[in-house]
């Protein structure tokens, strides 16, 4: 079993709707989790991160975990042409960050 | 403030050559990662540098190498290259080290490059 492990995809949504973005993990002893945005032929920028359990929101984004059931998630409301990219999902632990292979998210306007 | 810089940006070796690339962090930053981006396998985790001391390294043979100076930047090298090491190899940094320090690497534009 992969460390983390994202749905490829790709995930298409028209432009306005939620778009559900998850990620799972194996290492129950990871402590911090990351959501990565990767545009074509660019290197990866942070856009959340969440520690504890529940739910963190920063504008239209909103991050989800649930430890026990070993689970992030990313939704983003509103979503926008220019949402349109590779997210990817990141947990740290022992001195290293992890990613998944990353979900390709396609807005339609 | 200046970015993580990586250099060169695009490289073109031949098997069997070594290459060394570069990375200056983000002034302040003192923890230096670097890893491996192909489309098959994605991010593949290098290791990660912190004052000079490699703090961990991920599952690559011995000819992947790297080093931290005094200063933060950091440089890695690949001897006896492979057609396989053909890929985006990416230089992040942070400002300290640990599960919440920082809240997540802030990456360099890559450096690309091809073995043939």
């Known amino acids: 079993q992969k460390e983390v492990e994202q749905n490829s995809g790709p995930l298409s949504v028209p432009e306005g709707a939620i778009a559900s973005l998850n990620c799972t993990y194996s290492?129950?002893?990871?402590?911090?989790f990351f959501w990565y945005r990767q545009y074509s032929g660019k290197s990866p920028e942070l856009i959340m991160f969440?520690?504890?359990?529940g739910d963190k929101e920063d504008g239209r984004f909103t991050a989800q975990l649930n430890k026990a059931s070993q689970y992030v998630s990313l939704l983003i409301r509103d979503s926008q042409p220019s949402d349109s990219a590779t997210y990817l999902c990141?947990?740290?632990?022992?001195?290293?960050?992890?990613f998944g292979a990353g979900t390709r998210l396609t807005v339609k306007p | 403030k200046a970015g993580v810089t990586q250099t060169p940006r695009y490289l073109i070796k031949t098997r069997g050559q070594q290459v060394t690339l570069s990375c200056s962090p983000i002034?302040?930053?003192?923890?230096v990662s670097w890893y491996q981006q192909t489309p098959g396998q994605g991010l593949q985790f290098l290791f990660e540098?912190?004052?000079?001391?490699?703090?961990n390294k991920g599952n690559f043979p011995g000819r992947f190498s790297g080093r931290q100076f005094s200063n933060s930047r950091s440089e890695m090298n690949v001897s006896t290259l492979e057609l396989g090491d053909s890929a985006l190899y990416l230089c992040?940094?942070?400002?300290?080290?640990?599960?919440?320090?920082?809240?997540?690497?802030?990456f360099g534009s890559g450096t690309r490059l091809t073995v043939v």
């Open positions: 540098y912190f004052s000079e001391t490699q703090r």
């Open positions: 002034s302040g930053h003192r923890s």
């Open positions: 290492d129950r002893g990871s402590q911090s």
């Open positions: 992040a940094s942070r400002q300290g080290q640990g599960a919440r320090s920082n809240y997540g690497y802030t």
């Open positions: 990141a947990l740290y632990n022992n001195n290293d960050m992890r």
């Open positions: 969440i520690y504890s359990n």
